[in-house]
């Protein structure tokens, strides 16, 4: 192998001279990167129109979900009873369950003393999904205050 190596370099460089000994050391090293690259495993390149690679962390495979989820919440009032209210209102009974030993099926007034009286409405279960697609969603502000006094619980 160094034999053949040798041969080529010497080859480039009596055609071409220094420019050609570069230009064969160069394609060397890129074939030597490339070899390298094969090897490691998943290193293969993403195909086209596949999620960007924070979507792609196989340990955390709901995130993307969790992310579509929140981004739902500002498209209309629709959007966030049925995208963004079940996922909070998940997170909701968990931490009620978790820290205040209530379940929040059978014991929704834990769950609203827990939560807050001002944000309570915009996740009580018993509220009926909106079906106005035009109605303007929660805003940002809205849904950071939720996140927050979900994190307080």
């Known amino acids: 192998m160094s034999l053949a190596a040798v041969v080529v370099l010497a080859a ?17 090293a890129l074939a030597a990167l490339l070899t390298a690259r094969l090897r490691i495993p998943g290193a293969s390149r993403p195909a086209s129109g596949s999620a960007p690679a924070r979507f792609r962390n196989a340990a955390f495979p709901r995130y ?19 995208v963004t209210r079940p996922l909070l209102q998940r997170l ?21 003393e827990a939560l807050g009286g001002d944000v309570w409405p915009l996740l009580d279960p018993a509220r009926p999904a909106s079906a106005d697609s035009s109605a303007p969603g929660v805003s940002l502000d809205t849904l950071a205050a939720i996140v927050e006094r979900l994190e307080d619980l």
């Open 12 to 28: 480039s460089y009596a055609a071409a001279g220094e420019s050609g000994l570069l230009a064969i050391t160069g394609l060397a």
């Open 64 to 82: 993307r979900q969790i992310h579509v989820a929140l981004g739902e919440a500002q498209v209309s009032q629709r959007h966030f009873d049925l």
């Open 92 to 112: 909701l009974a968990a931490l009620v369950a978790d820290r205040h030993g209530a379940d929040m099926s059978t014991d929704v007034t834990a769950a609203r």
